[in-house]
């Protein structure tokens, strides 16, 4: 039998999914609504929005309109050729992202991409993790998590190393951790977020200001406004999945071992405003850190107390969402089994195979076009296969977003080990334009 290009690796993503594909589970472990052969060309902005809407229901509306950033930055630090600042900008009238922004020298030179770099759940230093200043607890070592997470190489400081590789980085606090736990209020408890905001969520919240993180990357002479990265571990992994899915302008993202399901045994999603501290994370810290409860998404309650309520929405419409953007998923062997992800990329493998640019959404062609390398290629295959640019972009069109969507699973537990690293780094120096 002769199978095209296009049939035989959507066979091969069949048989990756095997077994996974084959398991059944109850609401919270449910994979939810199954999305077959989704319609792309004409038909998928309309398909798009269905999905949109449907998140947006759950996490509650962005805010109307966007204020002035009125950025206050501070410069802190040079170290290793990054300049370290500390920034402040905002998000709503009455709230500021607080971040770290990382300069290194050869943007002085000429503009680079941008990444945002977004922190995992941490007790208290949120930002500060992220570039490698400190543990999950304030004053602690960076080695702290490698003793929690039992492994030499976890990987944290992803905000410093991409900046000392050559990117600007942005590394944001997210609400109810780091500089952003309002005086009177406890780490990691939204309850007063919830009365403040009773129709948004945590998620939503997040989403935004990671968007705001955009619109202040792009308002920096020295930053790529076309080039936006972004990527995450963990809580951050999660969010840059819902920051791809919303906001267009992020042209590569990467997210990891991020919660892609709603899998979770707990109800954390949409938990009761008195729920505490569990005795499994009291055992696993070996203390307890008096945080507050972390409700996700406060309107999914009805699906916590009713199992058997069919979803509304999974994450393998986020994954659709960011098509045709490049999108790596990264996670530990345990997490894709646990979490689900590859079932969720199987069904989203025929938008990015199968894509046709469509009116209102990013074009493939163009994307390849801006980015760095598309001259190299040109110029290699004229002058030794004689292959005309045009003759080229024929075949790109063929491809489609047939590259732009992988996924890699690495051993060992919750972590970012150097492979992983690599391979982040590798997936932003190619969609990115960056060598």
């Not at 269905?50 to 204020?67: V, Y």
């Not at 200001?209 to 809580?235: A, E, H, N, P």
């Not at 109800?267 to 008096?290: F, H, V």
Request: net charge positive; glycine share 8%.
């Amino acid at each position: 039998m002769n199978l095209t290009r296009r049939e035989l690796l959507s066979a091969g993503a069949t048989v990756l999914a095997g077994t996974t594909l084959g398991l059944t589970r109850t609401h919270a472990q449910t994979s939810g609504p199954t999305v077959v052969a989704p319609p792309v060309g004409q038909n998928w902005p309309a398909q798009r929005d269905k999905f949109k809407r449907a998140w947006l229901d759950l996490l509650g509306e962005f805010p109307a309109e966007k204020l002035p950033l009125d950025p206050v930055i501070r410069k802190v630090a040079v170290e290793n050729g990054v300049t370290r600042y500390h920034v402040t900008f905002r998000a709503e009238t009455d709230d500021r992202v607080v971040a770290w922004l990382l300069v290194p020298e050869r943007a002085r030179r000429k503009p680079v991409p941008g990444i945002v770099c977004l922190h995992s759940t941490t007790f208290g230093t949120g930002k500060d993790s992220t570039i490698g200043l400190a543990g999950m607890r304030p004053g602690t070592p960076p080695e702290q998590w490698q003793e929690f997470y039992r492994n030499p190489e976890v990987g944290q400081a992803y905000g410093r190393d991409l900046a000392e590789h050559g990117y600007v980085t942005l590394s944001p606090d997210f609400a109810t951790d780091g500089e952003r736990i309002r005086p009177g209020e406890r780490l990691m408890d939204t309850r007063p977020f919830y009365r403040r905001h009773p129709g948004w969520s945590m998620i939503g919240k997040n989403t935004w200001d990671i968007m705001r993180c955009v619109d202040f990357l792009q308002s920096l002479d020295y930053v790529d406004g076309k080039r936006i990265g972004c990527t995450g571990w963990s809580l951050g992994g999660h969010c840059t999945l819902f920051a791809a899915a919303f906001d267009e302008r992020i042209t590569a993202a990467v997210p990891n071992g991020g919660v892609l399901d709603w899998h979770l045994p707990s109800n954390a999603w949409a938990r009761p405003d008195d729920m505490q501290n569990s005795p499994a994370l009291i055992r696993r810290l070996g203390y307890n850190p008096k945080s507050g409860p972390y409700i996700y998404i406060k309107k999914f309650r009805p699906w916590v107390a009713d199992p058997s309520r069919p979803l509304p929405v999974d994450f393998d419409s986020l994954l659709m969402m960011v098509a045709p953007r490049p999108l790596l998923i990264l996670s530990s062997e345990w997490e894709f089994y646990s979490h689900k992800i590859l079932p969720k990329i199987r069904r989203a493998l025929p938008v990015y195979f199968d894509w046709r640019d469509s009116p209102g959404l990013p074009k493939v062609i163009a994307g390849r076009q801006q980015r760095r390398g598309y001259a190299r290629t040109v110029d290699y295959y004229a002058h030794h296969n004689l292959i005309p640019e045009e003759r080229l972009l024929r075949h790109l069109e063929a491809l489609g977003a047939g590259d732009c969507l992988q996924w890699i699973s690495f051993a060992g537990g919750h972590s970012l080990p150097a492979t992983a690293r690599l391979h982040m780094l590798g997936w932003f120096d190619r969609w990115l334009g960056f060598a």
